[in-house]
């Protein structure tokens, strides 16, 4: 169960990852983000890009049970993602509230994916 955890959650990143990479105005565009120019584009496939790619891999290698990775690993993509979660429902207590998509959507899927890898660390 837990390997299926893990890799669940490494496909999400995977394909968040990818999507960042090839299309990062489309990716910035349902959080009212216009990622026009170069530099913002850039940000896009950095932050949300290579840091989804390399978590993916990350949590693939972990799946697989590398040696000593998997505690810390799913322990450490746990906490980013709990952090993410925490970070929307600040936002909503300081700024106006929001459409169910995109922000509490991704919400839930932080806090679930969260939640289920706390429970297999």
């Known amino acids: 169960m837990a390997t299926i955890v893990i890799a669940a959650v490494g496909v999400f990143f ?3 990852g990818v999507y960042a990479l090839a299309a990062p105005a489309a990716l910035a565009r349902p959080f009212g983000l216009a990622a026009t120019a170069p530099e913002s584009r850039s940000e896009v496939r950095a932050v949300y890009g290579g840091f989804g790619v390399a978590i993916a891999v990350l949590l693939a290698l972990a799946a ?3 040696e000593g990775l998997r505690p810390g690993a799913v322990l450490a993509v746990a906490a ?3 952090g993410m979660a925490l970070g929307r429902v600040l936002s909503r207590v300081v700024d106006a509230p929001t459409a169910f998509y995109p922000i509490w959507f991704y ?8 939640g289920l890898l706390f429970a297999v660390a």
């Open 107 to 114: 919400f839930l899927v932080e806090a679930v994916a969260a």
């Open 80 to 82: 980013a993602l709990a």
């Open 64 to 66: 697989a049970g590398v």
């Open 14 to 16: 995977l394909g968040m």
